[in-house]
């Protein structure tokens, strides 16, 4: 019978985080970011990137689809890719909104 061997699979222990002299955790915190220097300031930019986002790959698969149909592109792998990541963003952006909905009016049928 072979002896169990512990193994280390790279986590470390958790660590609370420091406190500052004030006791108020959320001022030593600063925006989050996002990317190469990209800061949010608010829920509001945030979302506005999202939708960029989304209407950038609607765009590119419209473009590809564009340059197939009129022989500039005869890729159609590519074209696929592209329609079909547009499917996807499109229907997480619905499926997000649809959760911001769902919570809006669980908000507004609680009684305080």
Same mark, same amino acid.
């Given at each position: 019978?072979?002896?169990?061997?512990?193994?280390?699979?790279?986590?470390?222990?958790?660590?609370?985080?420091?406190?500052?002299?004030?006791?108020?955790?959320?001022? !030593?915190?600063?925006?989050?970011?996002?990317?190469?220097?990209?800061?949010?300031?608010?829920?509001?930019?945030?979302?506005?990137?999202?939708?960029?986002?989304?209407?950038?790959?609607?765009?590119?698969?419209?473009?590809?689809?564009?340059?197939?149909?009129?022989?500039?592109?005869?890729?159609? =792998?590519?074209?696929?890719?592209?329609?079909?990541?547009?499917?996807?963003?499109?229907?997480?952006?619905?499926?997000?909104?649809?959760?911001?909905?769902? !919570?809006?009016?669980?908000?507004? =049928?609680?009684?305080?």
């Amino acid at each position: 019978m072979t002896p169990i061997i512990p193994t280390s699979i790279g986590l470390a222990p958790v660590q609370a985080p420091a406190i500052p002299a004030d006791g108020f955790v959320g001022a !030593a915190q600063s925006a989050p970011t996002v990317g190469a220097g990209q800061t949010f300031q608010n829920f509001g930019d945030l979302l506005g990137q999202a939708l960029d986002a989304v209407n950038g790959t609607q765009a590119q698969a419209d473009a590809a689809a564009t340059q197939l149909v009129s022989g500039q592109s005869t890729d159609i =792998h590519t074209v696929m890719i592209d329609m079909q990541q547009a499917k996807t963003t499109f229907d997480l952006a619905v499926q997000v909104r649809n959760k911001a909905l769902d !919570a809006y009016n669980e908000l507004m =049928h609680t009684q305080f």
